[in-house]
């Protein structure tokens, strides 16, 4: 069975520091890899998205990703945090034939330091 | 666009009630899924549907089910809940190809007392 482990449950950074998250999954196939942001009281926010095209991903709000098949991994980074990007990160996975199905790992909460 | 609508943001059941959430997925998206969010499971899958029909199930008990209408609209029904059934219920669509994503609503916050 797929599963998603995010390394770390809270993660702190000064405003201006590189921001690193950490994922890695477990697929015996290439899978489809999502990162989401959750700010409070609101649901998830996709960031961006690895679906086997370029394994270096741009998403939304200067966040970036790259697939490493070797290390099935899917690390989220940003070169500098802003206040405004403090919120929980979520990595999942998806299934190539299984639809609609995401597996979420455990979230990084992410607190970014003035 | 309009996004993913989640109704009621909030909803305070008793113990041994039924509830039902419903949610209305991006035009033209076909699939919608369900999601449990607590803070000690984390977001769980619940179901699936496209169509009108559920396509994949999570591991949930029988209380939880759910259905969609023609226009993909989206309901799940929790019947007899209990006090763990308290979270965050999340709803996302999709057209129906996986690597397009998922679009989420903002979610109902359901407290069982």
């Known amino acids: 069975a797929q599963s998603v482990t995010q390394l770390g449950s809270h993660v702190s950074v000064s405003e201006g520091a590189l921001v690193l998250l950490r994922c890695n999954y477990s697929?015996?196939?290439?899978?489809?890899l999502f990162w989401y942001v959750q700010y409070p009281n609101q649901g998830l926010q996709l960031l961006l998205k690895y679906t086997s095209a370029a394994t270096l991903v741009k998403g939304i709000n200067g966040f970036e990703a790259e697939f490493k098949k070797s290390e099935t991994s899917f690390h989220l980074t940003k070169p500098s945090a802003h206040m405004s990007d403090a919120a929980e990160y979520f990595c999942?996975?998806?299934?190539?034939?299984?639809?609609?199905?995401?597996?979420f790992g455990q979230g990084t909460t992410l607190q970014v330091k003035p | 666009k309009a996004g993913v609508t989640q109704t009621p943001r909030y909803l305070i059941k008793t113990r041994g009630q039924q509830v039902t959430l419903s949610c209305s997925p991006i035009?033209?998206?076909?699939?919608v899924s369900w999601y449990q969010q607590t803070p000690g499971q984390g977001l769980q899958f619940l179901f699936e549907?496209?169509?009108?029909?559920?396509?994949n199930k999570g591991n949930f008990p029988g209380r939880f089910s759910g259905r969609q209408f023609s226009n993909s609209r989206s309901e799940m029904n929790v019947s007899t809940l209990e006090l763990g059934d308290s979270a965050l219920y999340l709803c996302a669509s999709s057209r129906d190809n996986p690597g397009d994503g998922y679009t989420f609503g903002s979610g109902t916050r359901l407290t069982v007392v």
């Open positions: 999942a996975v998806s299934d190539q034939g299984n639809t609609g199905k995401l597996i």
């Open positions: 035009s033209g998206h076909r699939s």
């Open positions: 549907y496209f169509s009108e029909t559920q396509r």
């Open positions: 697929s015996s196939v290439p899978p489809y």
